[in-house]
């Protein structure tokens, strides 16, 4: 009995095919796991920043009922606002009352504007948006083939150029590098505007989207199109000449690690041709790590292009904020910090979600 229940057994194991169906259920739940647990990081992430902002803003020594009633406002009128925004409450219930303002979407209303900072910010936010993607494919454009074109030529004369402009590049302060590209190309040589989205005789044209380069492109005004690229061109290179620096010596150091790699020198030795090497089977392969650098340099232009939009006069959120900053609109300022985080936050996020659909053996790092 016990031989044929040994066989029976046997004739029940699962087969190779249910084994793959079985890995494939553990590879989905494992990386459900990892999702989960990202979102509870973030989640957790969000409510420090909350916290610290909160707490931040309640050592200023700034009567905020104060600012917005004015100087010349009456005592009763003062007191009549601190009790409408609570600041006569406890602190614990204070930050309860932003926190769930802030789950709801209320970022408050700012006292400089006297509008919610939420709607401010989305006013302002295609403005830096546009400039921001501009400035990243300048960087992408510019920076890959000159790290790749180091790493092939490693070295030789192409690699030290490529080195020496990767070193300038990060080293160069954007500020420093807008002043002089607005001394040159507009004091000199008057080709390009100082600042601005648009020149004034297109002052009239009613946004669609708020992105003007795909207004432009909707409403079919070529004029205002090659108007709005002329007053990106500054601005975007400002902010991309950092990036190229950075873009360079990453694209370069990954290249050297591929090109290093056996299943380089088995293609090589199959009699395939040089640049098909670099272009099919090691540039792909390198550009994995080059995703993580790629993510977190859209979000730092998004929330870091202050300097750049002040300079260039453009309406963006860095612009916003730093009048907010001017005017101690404390609303305004702690509702671009979560912003800011939130970005930043959905930005390794994104990273982590490419990083494994791109290399699974990344799995393992980030469990």
């Not at 989640?43 to 917005?68: E, Q, W």
């Not at 070529?222 to 950075?246: C, I, K, N, R, T």
């Not at 101690?328 to 936050?345: H, K, S, W």
Request: with cysteine.
């Amino acid at each position: 009995m016990w031989y044929v229940g040994l066989c029976h057994c046997e004739f029940h194991r699962p087969g190779p095919g249910s084994a793959a169906i079985i890995d494939t259920r553990r590879a989905a739940l494992r990386h459900v796991r990892l999702v989960a647990e990202r979102i509870i990081g973030l989640c957790l992430v969000l409510l420090g920043v909350s916290a610290i902002t909160f707490a931040i803003s309640h050592l200023i020594p700034t009567d905020v009922a104060r600012m917005i009633a004015g100087d010349f406002a009456s005592e009763e009128a003062v007191a009549a606002i601190r009790e409408e925004l609570g600041l006569n409450r406890p602190i614990w219930s204070q930050y309860l009352i932003y926190l769930r303002g802030l789950l709801s979407g209320d970022l408050g209303v700012s006292i400089q504007t006297g509008q919610p900072v939420l709607g401010d910010l989305l006013r302002h936010l295609p403005a830096t948006v546009e400039l921001a993607i501009m400035a990243l494919l300048l960087a992408v454009i510019i920076g890959v083939p000159l790290g790749v074109i180091a790493a092939v030529y490693n070295g030789r004369w192409p690699d030290h150029v490529a080195r020496i402009f990767s070193l300038i590049g990060i080293s160069t302060p954007s500020f420093w590098l807008g002043l002089m590209l607005v001394f040159f190309f507009y004091g000199v040589l008057g080709w390009l505007p100082a600042g601005g989205r648009m020149a004034v005789e297109h002052f009239g044209f009613p946004p669609v989207t708020g992105f003007y380069l795909i207004d432009s492109i909707i409403v079919g005004n070529f004029s205002l199109f090659l108007d709005v690229s002329l007053h990106l061109a500054l601005p975007s290179l400002s902010l991309a000449f950092l990036l190229m620096g950075g873009f360079v010596r990453l694209i370069r150091a990954s290249m050297l690690e591929t090109l290093r790699e056996d299943y380089i020198r088995t293609v090589r030795a199959a009699g395939v041709g040089h640049w098909r090497i670099i272009v099919k089977h090691a540039l792909p392969n390198a550009l994995v790590p080059f995703v993580t650098a790629l993510g977190l340099s859209l979000a730092n232009l998004l929330t870091g292009a202050v300097v750049i939009e002040a300079i260039f006069m453009w309406p963006g959120m860095g612009s916003y904020i730093l009048d907010a900053a001017a005017a101690l609109d404390f609303p305004a300022i702690m509702g671009f910090t979560v912003i800011a985080a939130v970005i930043y936050v959905l930005a390794n996020f994104a990273v982590d979600l490419v990083y494994l659909r791109l290399d699974p053996a990344q799995e393992r790092r980030l469990s």
